[in-house]
């Protein structure tokens, strides 16, 4: 018989332990007004996996006990919300300025490679957004290579997939939709030439950074605004010494390094470069 998720009161000494977790394991900082989010969250968890307590859900969270309900944790905490072409002034940006940072930076790169980081990719959008952008405005010839992850198994999935729904019209110019997706009974499918250029890794921000290359770009947009100063300073610090020397910073117009201590030059809002 399939046992019931108890109904114990959701106290502060519960929240804090699950809060104080998702702080170590994400970064992400729950406050006390979020603690009913929280509860639902792990009630929808608890069901699934025939849970009883939140004790027992902390201890088999802490002890990594079941595998596929750390996976199910992270995607209830993890915030997925994408779009394409979301926040377009960055991709006007890269249109007008792409050919003069790959030129500045063949003086000390000899590939003819330009490297990009999307580090919070969720469900592809902005990966295949840059990959589109990158090929229309740099020469042929070039080799973009898109390194794009998340945290989120779930939406890596779905970006690996490259299947999106019609309503992707209302986002998507004419021209980028017609040259680069094709129409399938289900929605838009990317096409492979875009496919090709990115490749997607499963990875938490808050670990060391395992890149051997530099990078010429780094798009950690919307990410910062779930973190606190502390997270934030160190983050930005890291996206620093993986970029190339003239790299640059793209985060979310939401999000700015003001108030913390970094070596970005300020180009415009939401974008930094490493002198």
Known sequence: ???????????????????????????????????????????????????????ECYLSLIRMANKALLNDFSNEITVN???FFRESLH???IKENAVRLFENRQDQRSDGEFRIWSSACSTGEEPYTLAMVLKEALPAGVKIRILATDINKKVLSIAQGGLYPCN????????????????????????EDIKNIVSFRHFNLLDDF??????DM?????????????????LANKIFNILHSGGLLFTGHSESLSGHVHKFRYVQPAVYEKN
């Open 210 to 215: 395992p890149f051997k290359n530099t990078f």
């Open 218 to 234: 780094v798009f950690c947009r919307n990410v910062m605004i779930y973190f606190d100063a502390a997270v934030r300073q160190e």
């Open 81 to 83: 919300y994408t779009s």
């Open 91 to 93: 991709f006007d940006f």
């Open 1 to 55: 018989m399939k046992r019931g998720v108890s109904v114990q009161r959701f106290g502060l000494e519960n929240f804090n332990k699950f809060s104080d977790l998702i702080y170590k394991q994400f970064g992400i900082y729950y406050s006390d007004a979020k603690r009913e989010i929280l509860q639902t969250k792990l009630n929808k968890l608890m069901s699934k996996y025939n849970i009883v307590s939140y004790e």
């Open 168 to 191: 992707i019209e209302n986002e998507v110019d004419r021209y980028y939709l017609g040259k680069y997706f094709y129409k399938t009974p289900t929605g838009y499918m990317i096409s």
